[in-house]
């Protein structure tokens, strides 16, 4: 099982949730725009400078900042 933080993930590969760190009121928005425990994310696309980061998840669209994505541990899907 290979742990990263969602940020270090390439494109075109899908991931499972397995954490959500940070500080309270961050990690509650979070949470709350889906990226909960056991759901799976795909990276769509980063823009130019990597900031922000595109993910598909419960059949919609999300950007997340790269500081965000530093907060969501998750496990590559094989």
């Given at each position: 099982?290979?742990?990263?933080?969602?940020?270090?993930?390439?494109?075109?590969?899908?991931?499972?949730?397995?954490?959500?760190?940070?500080?309270?009121?961050?990690?509650k928005r979070i949470l709350d725009m889906g990226l909960t425990p056991g759901t799976r994310v795909e990276v769509i696309r980063r823009?130019?400078?990597?900031?922000?980061?595109?993910?598909?998840?419960?059949?919609?669209?999300?950007?997340?900042?790269?500081?965000?994505?530093?907060?969501?541990?998750?496990?590559?899907?094989?």
């Amino acid at each position: 099982m290979q742990e990263k933080t969602l940020d270090f993930i390439e494109p075109e590969t899908s991931v499972k949730v397995l954490k959500v760190t940070g500080q309270k009121s961050s990690r509650k928005r979070i949470l709350d725009m889906g990226l909960t425990p056991g759901t799976r994310v795909e990276v769509i696309r980063r823009a130019p400078l990597g900031d922000p980061v595109e993910f598909k998840l419960k059949g919609y669209n999300l950007s997340l900042r790269k500081k965000e994505a530093e907060t969501v541990l998750v496990e590559i899907i094989e």
